[in-house]
């Protein structure tokens, strides 16, 4: 059973930086798979934050490009998401997300190409 665990949100300031992390397991270390952070904000959509793919490729939603970058640490099984330069729109429920099915669009990185998901952390930036 597929299983991710996110941890390090937190309360920063404007300007600020975060790191999140995705503790990853259940699944087959040595094939193809994807995986993701989304957001929501109260009131509002789910949306694809940044996505990578096992062979590293990366994606990014336009309001987070040269300020967020994903990365994965596959000794660990972890993804994480490094986010600088923080603003107060960018708070959230912060959600990572893992896929296996081959030939989905992966870019943009949307809700419905996914499969498993965490829990959730919370990020709030104030102003």
């Known amino acids: 059973q597929v299983q991710l665990v996110e941890s390090g949100g937190g309360s920063v300031q404007a300007g600020g930086s975060l790191t999140l992390s995705c503790a990853a397991s259940?699944?087959?270390?040595?094939?193809?798979?994807?995986m993701a952070w989304f957001r929501q904000a109260p009131g509002k959509e789910r949306e694809g934050v940044a996505g990578?793919?096992?062979?590293?490729?990366?994606c990014y939603a336009d309001s987070v490009k040269g300020r967020f970058t994903i990365s994965k640490a596959n000794a660990k099984n972890t993804l994480y998401l490094q986010m600088n330069n923080l603003k107060p729109e960018d708070t959230a429920m912060y959600y990572c997300?893992?896929?296996?099915?081959?030939?989905?669009?992966?870019?943009?990185?949307?809700?419905?190409?996914?499969?498993?998901w965490g829990q959730g952390t919370q990020v709030a930036v104030s102003s």
């Open positions: 990578i793919v096992s062979a590293g490729t990366t």
């Open positions: 997300a893992a896929d296996f099915t081959l030939f989905r669009q992966r870019c943009p990185v949307v809700v419905n190409a996914y499969n498993y």
């Open positions: 259940g699944y087959n270390t040595g094939g193809r798979y994807y």
